[in-house]
């Protein structure tokens, strides 16, 4: 268990990782709006707050294995690259109408197990909000 | 030259051809009979200015719908309805004239092309850009760049409305009709019944409110009073036909449709997008161009849905004001951030932002037989039963408009470029409030936006009364827009729109009409 739960840590650690050059990539000129803009919050505080949301909505799923297996990704040590396979299984979610409701936001299931994955990995377990993990010490 | 019906002495009147309705068809149709060789009246039921007591004329009964709809939606003055135009202007796609198996009693008599010239002849009269017929876009000005269009996804295509504002033909065309030799502008003049003999209209017969009547005898008819009012004076048209005229079938105000309009959601869009086109693209001070989003012809044929087009909302406008939630922000990250890992947040645009904008759809209505026109029991100041429409949305109007929201979030998320939120998913559209779109108060559409409670909103585009078809089992008019069985007798305007595609009809009324007036100028007296 501990080798798999490092293991996932390290993967989605490396994914991040492998996004911060994306991320930092350069900027576009924005025409002029009026539309709304959004002021995003730090990316990891965004992911663990849909991981969470989604764990309690199914905690049936609250369990790494289960996340890991759901996501293809039970091997011993994930190649940070699989991240390109998530297009397909998003993709595919659509095509089966796989799309999960969090406050009315229309997300795919794997998105929304990413983002669990990410929560019960890179959080201790007691933060996150399930009958489950309360009883962890 | 102007006559002011009260004030008219004579109880008769001869002329080549009697166009009724003084709005974007009859206006259109007078400007493009003038020096055809042939006198043409054209009247009015208002005269220059809006007043009360013609207003109270277009009472009605609209169970269904709330907000004043048929009253307020109908103007009687000259320039009709154009005088609260907001102008939007895009041609009918080339589907809306096609039968379309999956939409029952769809198909124009005609084929899309063959209003391409009408269309460019349109254009001109009302002082916008001509649309490439190959393409979606507007072919500007040379002055002006031509637009980048860009869609989400193989299931939608980005079209162009143009936007002219005050377009008000009473004021554009009145100098011109009033000074034209061969154009008689009869005001305060209300058409009140056809009297036909066998196969032709022997005369028209008009009242004023001041207790005039007068007969109108002419070569030829054109009715041009609204998709209401035409159904509705043809069915009070019962002198030898109890049915009304040109009502053998059962048919006139049948069918009828309007184009329902719906705030459907919020959507975080990441940048990339054109959003300045999406949302406004101002050209001049009374040009605008606007893109909507449209299924496209395939999609539309492969789930079996109608035609309907997404828009955002702009700040200000009607639907411009999304309300913030808590998990906004993390959608706009995380979201934002899985999107640019799996490559589908477009190139270039990888800052990690995001804007959110209101949602709205306004789609096709089915034509469909029991949403029609028919004669209440109660009577007007001239003792002509007023208009009584039932309404609903029925089972594909729903259908196509929760598949095309569901469809637009499902791009978003697939290509990357943003996530909807719909306020559609838990709601059954048959059994939401529908209402008249300019008596929507600021109060109401604050609420409909706080409480994103699903409200149909329709606009008085009255299309389908009396249809157009080859057949008259199927249609009141026939493909040149004359009433089946009537020699003598046509109608222009939306009520002859079979089906109305997902575009304001006022462009495709004015084409219409213009080549109706093609036909009369070279038709034999």
């Given at each position: 268990?501990?080798?798999?739960?490092?293991?996932?840590?390290r993967?989605?650690?490396?994914?991040?990782?492998c996004?911060?050059?994306?991320?930092?990539?350069a900027?576009?000129s924005?025409p002029?709006?009026?539309?709304w803009?959004?002021?995003?919050?730090?990316v990891?505080?965004?992911?663990?707050?849909?991981?969470?949301?989604?764990?309690?909505?199914?905690?049936?799923?609250?369990?790494?294995?289960?996340?890991?297996?759901?996501?293809?990704?039970d091997?011993p040590e994930?190649?940070?690259?699989?991240i390109?396979?998530f297009?397909?299984?998003i993709?595919?979610d659509?095509?089966?109408?796989?799309?999960?409701?969090?406050?009315?936001?229309?997300?795919?299931?794997?998105?929304?197990?990413?983002y669990?994955?990410?929560?019960?990995?890179?959080?201790?377990?007691?933060r996150?909000?399930?009958?489950?993990?309360?009883r962890?010490? | 030259?102007?006559?002011?019906?009260?004030?008219?002495?004579?109880a008769?009147?001869?002329?080549?051809?009697?166009i009724?309705?003084?709005?974007?068809?009859?206006?259109?149709l007078a400007?493009?009979?003038?020096?055809?060789?042939?006198?043409?009246?054209?009247?009015?039921s208002?005269?220059?200015e809006?007043?009360?007591?013609?207003?109270?004329l277009?009472?009605?009964?609209?169970?269904?719908?709330g907000?004043?709809?048929?009253?307020g939606?109908?103007?009687?003055?000259?320039?009709?309805?154009?005088?609260?135009w907001?102008?939007?202007?895009?041609?009918?796609?080339?589907?809306?004239?096609?039968?379309?198996?999956w939409?029952?009693?769809?198909?124009?008599?005609?084929?899309g092309?063959?209003?391409?010239?009408?269309?460019?002849?349109?254009?001109?009269?009302?002082g916008?850009?001509?649309?490439?017929?190959?393409?979606?876009d507007?072919?500007?000005?040379?002055?002006?760049?031509?637009?980048s269009?860009a869609?989400?996804?193989?299931?939608?295509?980005?079209r162009?409305?143009?936007i002219?504002?005050?377009?008000?033909?009473?004021?554009?065309?009145?100098d011109?009709?009033t000074?034209?030799?061969?154009?008689?502008?009869?005001?305060?003049?209300t058409?009140?019944?056809?009297?036909?003999?066998?196969?032709?209209?022997?005369?028209?017969?008009?009242?004023?409110?001041?207790?005039k009547?007068?007969?109108?005898?002419a070569n030829?008819?054109?009715?041009?009073?609204?998709?209401?009012?035409?159904a509705r004076?043809?069915?009070?048209?019962?002198q030898?036909?109890?049915?009304?005229?040109?009502?053998?079938?059962d048919l006139?105000?049948?069918?009828?449709?309007?184009?329902?309009?719906?705030l459907?959601?919020?959507?975080?869009?990441?940048?990339g997008?054109?959003?300045?086109?999406?949302a406004?693209?101002?050209?001049?001070d009374?040009?605008?161009?606007?893109?909507?989003?449209?299924?496209?012809?395939a999609?539309?044929?492969?789930?079996?849905l109608?035609?309907?087009?997404?828009q955002?909302?702009?700040?200000?406008?009607?639907?411009g004001?999304?309300?913030?939630?808590?998990?906004?922000?993390?959608?706009?990250a995380?979201?934002?951030?899985?999107?640019?890992a799996?490559?589908g947040?477009?190139?270039?645009?990888?800052v990690?932002?995001?804007?959110?904008?209101?949602?709205?759809?306004?789609?096709?209505?089915?034509?469909a037989?029991?949403?029609?026109?028919?004669?209440?029991?109660?009577?007007?100041?001239f003792?002509?039963?007023?208009?009584?429409l039932?309404?609903?949305?029925?089972?594909?109007?729903?259908?196509?408009?929760q598949?095309t929201?569901?469809?637009?979030?499902?791009?978003?998320?697939?290509?990357?470029?943003?996530?909807?939120?719909?306020?559609?998913?838990?709601?059954?559209?048959?059994h939401?409030?529908?209402?008249?779109?300019?008596?929507?108060t600021?109060?109401?559409?604050?609420?409909?936006?706080?409480?994103?409670?699903?409200?149909?909103?329709?606009?008085?585009?009255?299309?389908?009364?009396?249809?157009?078809?080859?057949?008259?089992?199927?249609?009141?008019?026939?493909?040149?827009?004359q009433?089946?069985?009537?020699?003598?007798?046509?109608v222009a305007g939306?009520?002859?729109?079979?089906t109305?595609?997902?575009?304001?009809?006022?462009?495709?009324?004015?084409?219409l009409?213009?080549?109706?007036a093609?036909?009369?100028?070279?038709a034999?007296?």
């Amino acid at each position: 268990m501990t080798d798999s739960l490092d293991a996932d840590r390290r993967f989605v650690l490396r994914a991040l990782a492998c996004l911060l050059p994306t991320m930092a990539c350069a900027r576009t000129s924005l025409p002029p709006l009026e539309l709304w803009p959004i002021p995003t919050a730090p990316v990891p505080t965004a992911v663990f707050v849909l991981g969470r949301q989604y764990l309690a909505a199914h905690p049936e799923e609250n369990d790494l294995g289960t996340l890991r297996a759901a996501l293809g990704l039970d091997v011993p040590e994930p190649d940070p690259g699989t991240i390109d396979d998530f297009d397909g299984a998003i993709r595919h979610d659509l095509q089966t109408r796989d799309v999960v409701e969090l406050e009315g936001w229309q997300l795919s299931r794997t998105e929304c197990r990413l983002y669990a994955l990410a929560t019960l990995t890179l959080t201790t377990p007691a933060r996150v909000h399930s009958p489950d993990a309360r009883r962890r010490p | 030259m102007h006559v002011d019906a009260r004030e008219h002495d004579q109880a008769s009147i001869r002329t080549d051809v009697c166009i009724i309705g003084a709005g974007a068809a009859g206006i259109t149709l007078a400007v493009a009979l003038m020096n055809s060789g042939r006198r043409t009246l054209l009247v009015e039921s208002g005269g220059f200015e809006r007043t009360t007591e013609h207003d109270l004329l277009n009472a009605a009964e609209t169970p269904t719908i709330g907000g004043g709809y048929l009253s307020g939606s109908r103007v009687r003055i000259f320039g009709g309805t154009t005088s609260h135009w907001t102008g939007f202007c895009l041609p009918l796609s080339a589907a809306t004239f096609a039968e379309r198996p999956w939409v029952p009693d769809s198909g124009w008599p005609i084929d899309g092309t063959e209003l391409h010239p009408f269309y460019e002849r349109a254009c001109i009269q009302i002082g916008i850009d001509p649309w490439d017929p190959d393409a979606c876009d507007p072919i500007p000005s040379p002055e002006l760049p031509r637009l980048s269009l860009a869609s989400p996804s193989d299931e939608f295509e980005t079209r162009v409305y143009q936007i002219r504002r005050r377009t008000h033909f009473g004021d554009q065309f009145r100098d011109m009709l009033t000074e034209a030799d061969d154009v008689t502008l009869l005001t305060h003049a209300t058409c009140t019944e056809l009297r036909a003999s066998e196969r032709a209209v022997d005369h028209a017969l008009l009242r004023t409110l001041t207790g005039k009547r007068i007969e109108v005898q002419a070569n030829a008819f054109v009715l041009a009073t609204g998709g209401i009012e035409n159904a509705r004076l043809l069915l009070a048209s019962t002198q030898g036909r109890p049915k009304g005229l040109g009502n053998d079938r059962d048919l006139v105000g049948r069918y009828y449709m309007d184009h329902p309009e719906l705030l459907v959601g919020e959507a975080l869009l990441w940048p990339g997008w054109d959003l300045d086109l999406y949302a406004g693209h101002r050209l001049e001070d009374r040009l605008v161009q606007m893109g909507a989003m449209f299924t496209t012809t395939a999609h539309q044929r492969a789930r079996g849905l109608l035609q309907a087009g997404i828009q955002l909302g702009r700040a200000g406008s009607r639907w411009g004001n999304p309300q913030t939630h808590a998990t906004d922000h993390a959608v706009a990250a995380a979201a934002f951030w899985l999107d640019c890992a799996r490559g589908g947040a477009r190139e270039g645009a990888c800052v990690p932002s995001a804007q959110k904008t209101s949602l709205f759809v306004r789609s096709e209505q089915a034509p469909a037989p029991d949403n029609r026109v028919t004669l209440a029991e109660e009577r007007d100041a001239f003792d002509t039963p007023l208009p009584r429409l039932q309404w609903r949305m029925n089972e594909l109007d729903c259908v196509s408009l929760q598949h095309t929201v569901q469809a637009f979030g499902d791009a978003l998320l697939r290509e990357g470029l943003g996530r909807l939120r719909s306020f559609l998913t838990h709601t059954d559209l048959r059994h939401v409030d529908t209402i008249y779109g300019p008596s929507l108060t600021d109060e109401q559409r604050e609420r409909i936006n706080l409480e994103q409670r699903p409200t149909i909103l329709v606009w008085g585009h009255h299309m389908g009364t009396t249809r157009m078809s080859d057949d008259p089992a199927r249609g009141v008019v026939d493909r040149h827009c004359q009433v089946h069985g009537v020699d003598n007798l046509h109608v222009a305007g939306s009520s002859v729109f079979p089906t109305g595609g997902a575009a304001n009809p006022t462009l495709t009324i004015v084409a219409l009409a213009l080549r109706l007036a093609d036909r009369l100028r070279t038709a034999r007296s």
